[in-house]
């Protein structure tokens, strides 16, 4: 026997027997009949009355919905994977229920295979986390609950599916948890299937396009991301303007220092517009919350912080948008009041630029001189640029 795979055995015994502590193996009345035993994780809280009806907040739950356009190649929608594509894979290799599941086989003897995704919760509230596991120590757990919350767990589903469960109460501050599933190390392929985190939803997301404020300011946002020129950048720095830019995933990731360049300015951010640039209002609440959750966490992974408004493709919108982007921890879905993009200079509303007002323009080749335009339609009304991330909270 090699000294890592005594280690990671031994790492094994540890852990088993931590969580048989926390939480002893039973048998369980959702165990598959090919099943083995099934482990409850104790709740972290009593259960607390809920007005709210109980929903499942999980993103792509079944593994069912399919990659958006524009999407890294090999993703999971709505799961972030350690091991990326070479561990992760949605199959139809004997789902438990549907036509596909997720199968992770861990790549090599320091890997879990896990995969996890960021839940929006509400705080002090109850919730449960549930999925169907096949294979041997795999595990499902919730971290950032704000308490401390015993993984669900079994240690084998002796070639059947098996269902996990274990229920949290939030802390006072918690607006988010990052569910997680995964196996143990040189244990061999598990699989995932039908996952739930069933609980009261986050209040629907407020639409908005204009900032509610009496200071003499205005809102430069600048969206997609395609076309990037030096002459823009320079003119955002020359001027010291703060932008809140809204680019896609993908020419994010092929040119993140120019983005974090042209987002120096103090108020500036970087925000959440979809993966795709779909007109997401064609589109049922699932599929909408896969655009806006991998965006989010796209820019989250890129630039370090999370997104907290969500500007909607061709500003077209329906009320699963807005729970969606709450599902996602999206507080504003903002479209705006002016349009200075390609050469334009449309205010929808009678007269000049008014405080608060949102500027929508895009990063195109004409952004230099839009961004003059619009600086001079600020000026002609005794408004300065400020940042959305100072007034929206």
């Not at 090699?2 to 990671?8: F, I, K, V």
């Not at 561990?87 to 199968?103: D, F, I, K, M, R």
């Amino acid at each position: 026997m090699s000294t890592r795979l005594s280690a990671r055995l031994s790492a094994l015994a540890a852990s088993v027997a931590l969580l048989t502590g926390l939480a002893a193996p039973a048998a369980s009345a959702d165990a598959a009949p090919a099943g083995g035993p099934s482990a409850q994780a104790a709740p972290a809280g009593g259960p607390s009355a809920q007005a709210a009806p109980t929903v499942n907040l999980a993103t792509n739950p079944g593994f069912e919905l399919p990659s958006p356009d524009l999407a890294d190649w090999g993703s999971v929608p709505g799961w972030s994977c350690t091991g990326g594509p070479a561990e992760a894979a949605v199959t139809a290799n004997a789902p438990h229920t549907g036509a596909s599941a997720l199968t992770v086989t861990p790549a090599n003897a320091d890997s879990t295979g896990e995969c996890a995704q960021t839940v929006a919760v509400q705080p002090n509230t109850t919730y449960t986390a549930s999925a169907w596991v096949r294979g041997n120590f795999v595990y499902l757990g919730a971290t950032g609950t704000g308490k401390d919350v015993a993984p669900a767990w079994t240690e084998t589903t002796g070639g059947g599916w098996q269902r996990l469960s274990t229920r949290f109460t939030t802390g006072p501050n918690a607006r988010s948890i990052r569910l997680y599933v995964h196996g143990w190390y040189q244990q061999g392929p598990f699989s995932v299937d039908d996952v739930r985190v069933d609980g009261p939803a986050p209040a629907p997301a407020v639409a908005a396009g204009s900032v509610p404020t009496n200071d003499k300011v205005v809102f430069f946002t600048v969206d997609d991301g395609w076309q990037r020129t030096p002459e823009a950048e320079r003119f955002i720095a020359d001027h010291r303007l703060p932008i809140t830019a809204f680019p896609l995933p993908m020419p994010a990731a092929t040119d993140p220092d120019f983005f974090r360049r042209v987002t120096a300015v103090p108020g500036s951010s970087v925000q959440d517009h979809s993966v795709s640039h779909t007109d997401l209002s064609t589109l049922p609440l699932e599929r909408q919350q896969v655009e806006i959750c991998d965006a989010r966490d796209s820019m989250t992974r890129i630039f370090g912080s999370t997104p907290t408004f969500f500007r909607p493709p061709y500003f077209t919108w329906n009320a699963d948008t807005l729970q969606a982007a709450a599902n996602c921890g999206i507080r504003t879905v903002l479209t705006a009041d002016a349009d200075f993009s390609w050469g334009a200079a449309n205010i929808w509303h009678p007269g000049l630029l008014q405080p608060g007002d949102v500027v929508l323009m895009h990063w195109t080749d004409t952004l230099a001189s839009d961004l003059q335009r619009a600086l001079a339609a600020a000026d002609a009304a005794g408004l300065k640029p400020a940042g959305l991330v100072d007034y929206l909270r």
